[in-house]
């Protein structure tokens, strides 16, 4: 469990700072994939504990039947020409990465999950960052300024399968104890942060024919989303707008 106390710190973050997949009305693109050379120290991420978001992902799939799954690399020095492989004993595979270091995963990859890392073509010193990569929950087809909760509750509960994997049993179970572990239980006031597809002074909840429109003072980036509230439903859609300021709407007739 190296560096364990700066990776308990980042999923203490996520708990509050965990966003949603900046929405994509296009296909995601690929970029080319990049061979790995001999690194020093690389930033490694064991394959097996994605896996345990995966296995989520499955179990709480009725939150966003239509859902896909991606990770997302967190990169908070924005380095370019990032390339990822999944490295095993016997065989290693290249991760193909799109322009927002968005990766797909699936099992059986390699023959020896257990053993197997992910590795970026980073050095742990240069890159600077311990955290895994993020979940990305997305529906297919919705409108590009816009978030479904159910997919933001069910990217939460993969991001807390991997958490605890991570961790591990004793020391997951013991932050339990002191009531901060489990972030997508319903007794939980904590509140997920969604980071929008558009810097936004309007947001608007809707559900069948219920609107709600909440208007801010200033332009935000991220908005905070109180998952465990049932009264919106699964298919309830956030929608993020920038309204001008009445002034400088008049300004512009």
């Known amino acids: 469990m190296r560096r364990l106390s700066a990776s ?40 097996r504990t994605l896996l345990a978001g995966l296995d989520a992902f499955d179990t709480e799939r009725g939150l966003a039947p239509s859902a896909t799954l991606r990770f997302r690399i967190r990169n908070p020095r924005g380095l ?25 995963l699936g099992r059986g990859m390699v023959d ?15 890159f600077n960052c311990d955290c895994l990569p993020q979940a990305v929950v997305r529906t297919p087809g919705l409108p590009a300024n816009a978030v ?8 939460c509960q993969v991001t807390m399968a991997i958490a605890k994997k991570q961790l591990g049993f004793l020391k997951s179970a013991g932050l339990s104890a002191l009531g901060g572990m ?14 929008a597809p558009l810097p936004f002074n309007s947001v608007t909840f809707g559900a069948g024919g219920r609107r709600m429109t909440q208007r801010f003072d200033k332009t935000a ?17 956030i929608e993020f707008d920038h309204v001008p300021e009445p002034a400088a709407a008049s300004a512009t007739r």
């Open 80 to 104: 370019g020409g990032l390339a990822l492989q999944l490295a095993g004993e016997h065989a290693a595979v290249d991760i193909p990465l799109d322009a927002e270091s968005q990766f797909a």
């Open 112 to 126: 020896d999950p257990g053993e197997a890392v992910l590795k970026l073509n980073r050095g742990r010193g240069e």
């Open 8 to 47: 308990v710190l980042c999923w203490q973050l996520l708990a509050l700072q965990a966003s949603a997949q900046e929405a994509a009305g296009n296909p995601v693109e690929e970029l080319p994939v990049v061979t790995i050379q001999a690194i020093k120290d690389p930033v490694t991420w064991p394959y």
């Open 148 to 155: 479904r909760i159910g997919d933001l509750r069910l990217e």
């Open 221 to 237: 980036s991220t908005l905070k989303v109180r998952l465990a509230d049932k009264t919106w439903p699964d298919d309830t859609l």
């Open 182 to 195: 489990d972030w997508c239980d319903p007794r939980q006031a904590v509140k997920y942060a969604v980071r």
